[in-house]
């Protein structure tokens, strides 16, 4: 829906991490323009900024950055090529909520930001809901009307909307859930602390970095062999997941719509692994999962 609110054409261009959760893409592919895949950097996972200039044609509209994992992007560079091609920026914050970069939060630094509500988020509903965020009064008020069959006034249609309201049994929860959200970061990035203090060298943990403030919606460490560790730890108790294990321009679903080679991106993909980590979790339960890791 944020895409929608620019006069962009079939055809144009939208640069995107080659790193993130399908949805991402499908979101450009979906709106008619075309992706334009940018490799992450390997240490925060997320789009490598010093590769965005060279991706950039006289099609290309936007930079859709993904703030994966719960760190925000290196933001600075980004907002700096954006404004000197005249790019509009959208910010996937699906995994992000309260994640912030030079103390701003992300959702606050583009045209757009875009939230999942999804169960599993930091901060999630209790089915699907999502929102966006921004800053602009215009922006807001083509979004409000879009997610209302176009129409601000009943029966007075002005866009091609659709029906994507918010339902108010999941708002009601949510915002009563948002006053916690704080307190679930918080807890979130305490055990994250004790992965990070405890875990042998032999794993690589996310980087940590003070200026950026990590919500950690997932702690993913990366090993070279990482099927045979999530084999070891399922069979000593200790249930893991991967994000994600296929990378977008190897999924049957871009074929004909990605080309090229995403070498960081697959490296990524095949030796990340994400561990337990929720606001379920003691910090018990973490030590018990170091110990089983540490022995591997
Ligand atoms: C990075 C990213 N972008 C987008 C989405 C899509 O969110 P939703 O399922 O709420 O549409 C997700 C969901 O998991 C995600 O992780």
Redesign the pocket.
């Known amino acids: 829906m944020a895409l929608k609110c620019f006069d962009f054409r079939p055809g144009d261009e939208v640069i995107v991490p080659s790193n993130?959760?399908i949805?991402?893409i499908l979101s450009i592919v979906q709106n008619g323009l075309t992706p334009v895949l940018v490799e992450p950097d390997i240490t925060t996972y997320n789009i490598d900024p010093t590769l965005i200039e060279e991706k950039i044609t006289s099609r290309t509209r936007a930079i859709m950055v993904?703030h994966?994992y719960g760190k925000a992007c290196d933001m600075d560079p980004v907002l700096q090529v954006a404004s000197r091609y005249n790019l509009k920026v959208i910010e996937?914050c699906?995994?992000a909520h309260g994640a912030r970069y030079k103390g701003r939060l992300a959702g606050n630094f583009g045209d757009f930001g875009a939230f999942?509500?999804?169960p599993t988020k930091n901060l999630g509903a209790l089915g699907?809901a999502?929102a966006i965020t921004t800053n602009d009064e215009q922006l807001s008020d083509n979004i409000r009307t879009l997610r209302n069959y176009g129409s601000k006034v009943k029966y007075v249609n002005e866009m091609v909307g659709y029906n994507s309201r918010l339902d108010e049994v999941q708002a009601g929860f949510l915002s009563l859930k948002l006053k916690h959200l704080d307190e679930i970061n918080t807890h979130k990035r305490k055990l994250a602390s004790y992965y990070l203090q405890e875990l042998k060298s032999d794993f690589v943990v996310p980087k940590v970095d003070p200026d950026y403030f990590d919500v950690y919606h997932i702690f993913n460490i990366r090993h070279p062999r990482r099927d045979q560790l999530r084999d070891y730890l399922l069979k000593n108790g200790v249930k893991t997941e991967i994000h994600y294990p296929v990378a977008p321009h190897n999924q049957g679903a871009m074929k004909g719509l990605i080309s090229g080679d995403y070498p960081i991106s697959t490296e990524i993909h095949s030796t990340t692994l994400s561990l337990p980590i929720s606001y379920f979790h003691t910090e018990d339960d973490i030590l018990r999962v170091v110990k089983v890791l540490n022995k591997f």
């Open positions: 993130t959760y949805a991402t993904v994966l996937d699906a995994q999942s509500f999804y699907d999502g």
